[in-house]
């Protein structure tokens, strides 16, 4: 069964810096995994997707993640954080033969001014 | 391209009623997939429909049901409502395979006083 865990539940950082959210899956197949965002009381944007293509994967707003199947990792990284970055990011895992997304718990991004 | 489109945007329902939401997906897209986020139990899936056909449901009581016209728009009803089913339920669309990733709607809240 496919699952992922968001290894913190709370990041905060200073506007300008750099922002890092960890996120470790488990599949039992080559997986497609996703970030997702969610701004408040609004439904959710595609951010970036994993289809093994390349490992290094870019999406909107200036965030890249990486696959590295040995760790079993796929961070979300942004150089510069934006205080319109504040939202709560969701890592996923997909369950094609299931025909649904696997969820983690979230990770709610603090941006500081 | 039009988004992913959820109606209505808020509902409050008595304990014991039921509610039917609405989901219109991309044009084109054949699958459509509704989740429930509530903030105790995060985002779970609740059933897929693919060309009229449910092809996979959540671990959900039967209450919760669903289905999917010629057209692609979806509904999901939920009868006999419990104040626990106060959630957001978000849909989403995809061309038809979980691993290229699915485009949300804004979701509907409902609230059960």
């Known amino acids: 069964a496919q699952s992922v865990t968001q290894l913190d539940s709370h990041v905060s950082v200073s506007e300008g810096t750099p922002v890092l959210l960890r996120c470790n899956y488990s599949?039992?197949?080559?997986?497609?995994l996703f970030w997702y965002v969610q701004h408040p009381n609004k439904g959710l944007q595609l951010l970036l997707k994993?289809?093994?293509?390349?490992?290094l994967v870019k999406g909107i707003n200036g965030f890249e993640a990486e696959f590295k199947k040995s760790e079993t990792s796929f961070h979300l990284t942004k150089p510069s954080a934006h205080m319109s970055d504040a939202a709560e990011y969701f890592c996923?895992?997909?369950?094609?033969?299931?025909?649904?997304?696997?969820f983690g718990a979230g990770t709610i991004l603090r941006v500081k001014s | 391209k039009a988004g992913v489109t959820q109606t209505p945007r808020y509902l409050i329902k008595t304990r014991g009623q039921q509610v039917t939401l609405s989901c219109s997906p991309i044009?084109?897209?054949?699958?459509v997939s509704w989740y429930q986020q509530t903030p105790g139990q995060g985002l779970q899936f609740l059933f897929e429909?693919?060309?009229?056909?449910?092809?996979n449901k959540g671990n959900f009581p039967g209450r919760f049901s669903g289905r999917q016209f010629s057209n692609s728009r979806s509904e999901m009803n939920v009868s006999t409502l419990e104040l626990g089913d106060s959630a957001l339920y978000l849909c989403?669309?995809?061309?038809?395979?979980?691993?290229?990733?699915?485009?949300f709607g804004s979701g509907t809240r409902l609230t059960v006083v």
């Open positions: 996923v895992v997909s369950d094609p033969y299931g025909n649904k997304l696997v």
């Open positions: 989403a669309s995809e061309e038809g395979s979980a691993n290229y990733g699915y485009t």
């Open positions: 044009s084109g897209h054949r699958s």
């Open positions: 599949s039992s197949y080559s997986p497609s």
């Open positions: 994993y289809t093994s293509a390349a490992t």
């Open positions: 429909y693919f060309s009229e056909t449910q092809r």
